[in-house]
């Protein structure tokens, strides 16, 4: 299989920390350049023995055939549809964009140019959800009746920004900061990954705690009714230092509860707590990268015209959907129905 030659736009924690240590074990990439708007971190990418550049036009005027998207999530949809023109194949950390239209867009520029796209939904491969899977499978819960999917811990995750560009972005809603965009794209796309119906309604309501740490919502919660009657919930925490249950999946016969460490049991009805044993190996050192290196390869396998994506811009935009739906309804603390008109998308949800 061929080298791509890959741009990446934004050079962040994510990038340094996630992406460069594995491209760095990947043969099927290298690195030609990197995009940054502020000095210091193009000086590091420069002191790491790659091209640096101050202004996208010059990334995409260079001989990469595909550009990672990691900047911040408000400019996500600008630089794609940027990439796409000057016709570059794209990868983009999650969200794909802000608003599933946005996400839309892109895809009318794929299609086009004849490009392709890719998002980092890396969380459809962890081991938490592999787990949930196994048990729902092996039938022990009976017929589904609810699922709740929960992200609790302290602060947004501000901390991990870089101190050079603006650290504290997660928190603000024009950079694509809050609860929702940060971890409420993951749960989303797990829970859609269940493939358990197709969502009927929502209601949702999001806070802000009294700390004030910008104007993004520091909590949010959504319960998504399918049309078989099934329950999904989601609940996002940032101001929680108690460990809280990841999954709570209840069933005609028992109930699934998965801890922190994929720690997990089966409570039935009159009997004492049983503990699961994942089928699948878990723990591995930096196991949170096995997705990230999934979805880089099918990537690579998709340019050589060998193989599917492992994340397509479609179930990217289907997640979107369901995201502007939770913040409608939680903006006008009314339900949304499937169907119902959402601002800012060309489409109905």
């Avoid at 929960?150 to 947004?156: A, E, I, K, T, V």
């Avoid at 650290?167 to 859609?192: C, F, I, K, S």
Wanted: aromatic share 6%; charged share 25%; with cysteine.
């Amino acid at each position: 299989m061929r080298t791509i030659r890959l741009g990446i736009a934004g050079f962040g924690r994510i990038v340094e920390l996630t992406h460069l240590p594995l491209l760095g074990k990947m043969d099927e990439f290298s690195i030609c350049g990197i995009f940054d708007v502020t000095p210091q971190r193009r000086a590091l990418a420069e002191k790491r023995g790659l091209a640096a550049y101050d202004r996208l036009e010059e990334l995409l005027a260079s001989d990469a055939e595909a550009i990672l998207i990691a900047t911040p999530p408000g400019s996500h949809y600008s630089i794609a549809a940027e990439a796409l023109k000057s016709g570059k194949h794209v990868l983009i950390e999650k969200p794909v964009t802000l608003r599933a239209a946005e996400a839309i867009e892109l895809k009318k520029l794929a299609a086009e140019r004849g490009k392709h796209v890719t998002v980092f939904h890396n969380k459809r491969f962890d081991d938490d959800l592999r787990l949930v899977r196994e048990v729902m499978d092996g039938g022990k819960l009976g017929p589904i009746q609810f699922v709740e999917r929960r992200c609790h811990q302290f602060g947004s995750g501000a901390s991990f920004g870089v101190q050079s560009f603006h650290p504290g972005w997660r928190n603000e809603t024009a950079y694509g900061g809050g609860a929702l965009m940060d971890w409420g794209v993951h749960l989303v796309d797990q829970l859609l990954q269940l493939k358990l119906g197709r969502w009927q309604s929502i209601e949702a309501s999001a806070h802000r705690l009294r700390w004030k740490r910008g104007d993004a919502e520091d909590c949010a919660l959504a319960r998504i009714v399918l049309d078989n009657g099934i329950l999904l919930s989601m609940d996002i925490h940032f101001g929680s230092h108690a460990q809280n249950p990841l999954w709570i999946v209840g069933g005609e016969l028992g109930t699934l509860q998965v801890t922190g460490g994929n720690e997990a049991t089966i409570h039935l009805a009159g009997k004492s707590a049983i503990p699961v044993e994942p089928q699948s190996a878990v723990g591995t050192y930096r196991r949170d990268l096995d997705g990230v290196k999934r979805i880089y390869s099918s990537f690579a396998r998709k340019l050589a015209g060998e193989g599917q994506l492992e994340v397509t811009l479609d179930e990217a935009i289907d997640g979107l959907r369901v995201l502007d739906a939770i913040r409608l309804a939680a903006e006008n603390k009314k339900e949304v129905r499937y169907g119902d008109p959402v601002r800012g998308a060309s489409v109905g949800i």
